[in-house]
């Protein structure tokens, strides 16, 4: 079965940039997503088809996907960013990442 | 507005059933495909089931294929999760989600989750 891959955690201190990778077979050729998730709540979509952004998202959130590798960035993080953010998929089926814990301090 | 309210949680036993209901409103619901997704205490989204508008075609995660059955009826707006043969690994929070790509004739364009419900939290225990 198709699977994605995510780092378990990434830390950032406040200001600077953090990068979340999500790699899987043929991912280039694939459209990814990328979902937020602070406790206690329902997910967010931040970025749909690679790059694009839904509306009320701010632009310090961006997307790329080459190479295998769909990465989210994150640029000017914020003490409110710190959540759980999830890769996703289609492949004939949607698969999502195992979602990694990133930690502004 | 957009708005997901899932509804039909709660506390079941090993072998049983469950029925949850998912009420959509705020957009044109028979023109989107739907989603459930699931999330065990602690752990990461486990996507489930999937449906498109006309209920022409769903697809279904390996995992649950034969105990679970997706439906809706755009007449009520509302989207269905059947869960059958019920197990304790199947305790998890089941929200459904909206696909925000556009389908003609029951194919679909899948481009991700732009709503989620707030969830309705599955117990399986004896």
């Known amino acids: 079965s198709y699977e994605l891959t995510q780092p378990h955690s990434v830390s950032v201190s406040p200001g600077q940039t953090a990068s979340i990778t999500c790699s899987g077979d043929d991912l280039e050729n694939k459209y990814a997503s990328w979902y937020q998730q602070k406790p206690g709540q329902s997910p967010v979509l931040v970025i749909y088809q690679d790059t694009k952004r839904p509306s009320g998202i701010p632009a310090r959130f961006s997307g790329d996907n080459f190479g295998n590798t769909a990465t989210l960035t994150i640029s000017g993080t914020q003490a409110m960013d710190e959540a759980t953010y999830f890769c996703q998929a289609w492949h004939n089926s949607w698969v999502f990442g195992g979602g990694t814990q990133l930690t502004v301090l | 507005e957009v708005k997901l309210v899932e509804s039909g949680g709660g506390s079941a036993q090993p072998g049983g059933s469950l029925r949850l209901s998912c009420a959509a409103s705020g957009f044109t619901f028979s023109s989107h495909a739907m989603s459930w997704v699931r999330q065990a205490p602690g752990k990461g989204l486990d996507w489930l089931s999937s449906?498109?508008?006309?209920?022409?075609?769903?697809y279904f995660a390996d995992s649950v294929r034969g105990r679970i059955t997706i439906s809706r009826d755009n007449s009520k707006n509302t989207l269905y999760l059947q869960i059958d043969n019920l197990r304790a690994e199947d305790t998890a929070v089941y929200y459904c989600?909206?696909?925000?790509?556009?389908?003609?004739?029951?194919?679909?364009?899948?481009?991700?989750?732009?709503?989620w419900g707030q969830g309705t939290l599955v117990t399986v225990s004896s």
């Open positions: 989600a909206k696909d925000l790509g556009s389908c003609s004739d029951n194919s679909c364009q899948f481009l991700g989750f732009d709503y």
């Open positions: 449906i498109t508008p006309s209920s022409g075609n769903t």
